[in-house]
Structure formats: structure tokens, C-alpha cells
Nanobody
Framework: QVQLAESGGGVVQAGSSLRLSCAAS????????MGWFRQAPGKEREFVAA????????DYADSVKGRFTISRDNAKKTVYLQMNSLKPEGTAVYYC???????????????????WGQGTQVTVSS
């Protein structure tokens, strides 16, 4: 069983930074690729970033490239999302997700993730 708990959300002004954390309760965290997704009010959930089990490979949505950085600490069983230069359109509930890793690759496809956290709210004011 994998349990994920996000933290670090809040209300910030446009241009600010936030770092989200996702702590996993699982025996072998390094067996999982991890992803961040977000859902804005009235919209479908969308991919933000993913990281492979080793941390060697990452992927980002075009809308966040150059501003967001995903990283992980397998010893701490935690994945992070550093968000810089936040924009009002970044207002959403941010979810982390875990996908059992069969390769050193993190997927951008929501359907491939089996385990999800409850989400953390990020609100960016203009």
C-alpha cells in the first residue's frame, strides 16, 4: 500500500515561489516514478512534472518548463516541486502520484499512476 501526503501549498502573489513536498509511506520508495498533477477550478486535472525512480530523468509540461523543478530524495521518501515565478493560472489543487517503475522514466499520463495523494491548494493572486 502506498500513501502519499502533499504539503507546502498556500496563498502567494504572482511572481513568488513555493516548494511543495510529497511524503510517501511505502516500503520501497525508489520502486516508483513520481508525478505532480494539478486541477484548476472547473478544469480537468493536468500533468505538471514527473521524475523517474532514480531521479535521472524528468519531464515537464510546456506551461511550467523553466519555472518549476521536480526532484526527489529516496532516503527521505519525498518528492518535491519547486515552483518559481508563479502565475495566477497556476492556481489549482496540486496532487502527487506514484507509478510503479518498470524503467527509468516518469510518465506524463495520469492513467499510468496508481496511487494519489489528497492534494494541496495553491492560490496565486495577481
Amino acid at each position: 500500500q502506498v500513501q502519499l501526503a502533499e504539503s507546502g501549498g498556500g496563498v502567494v502573489q504572482a511572481g513568488s515561489s513555493l516548494r511543495l513536498s510529497c511524503a510517501a509511506s511505502v516500503r520501497t520508495f525508489s520502486a516508483y516514478a513520481m508525478g505532480w498533477f494539478r486541477q484548476a477550478p472547473g478544469k480537468e486535472r493536468e500533468f505538471v512534472a514527473a521524475i523517474s525512480w532514480s531521479g535521472s530523468n524528468t519531464d515537464y509540461a510546456d506551461s511550467v518548463k523553466g519555472r518549476f523543478t521536480i526532484s526527489r530524495d529516496n532516503a527521505k521518501k519525498t518528492v518535491y516541486l519547486q515552483m518559481n515565478s508563479l502565475k495566477p493560472e497556476g492556481t489549482a489543487v496540486y496532487y502527487c502520484a506514484a507509478d510503479i517503475a518498470y524503467s527509468d522514466y516518469g510518465s506524463s499520463f495520469e492513467a499510468e499512476y496508481d496511487h494519489w495523494g489528497q492534494g494541496t491548494q495553491v492560490t496565486v493572486s495577481s
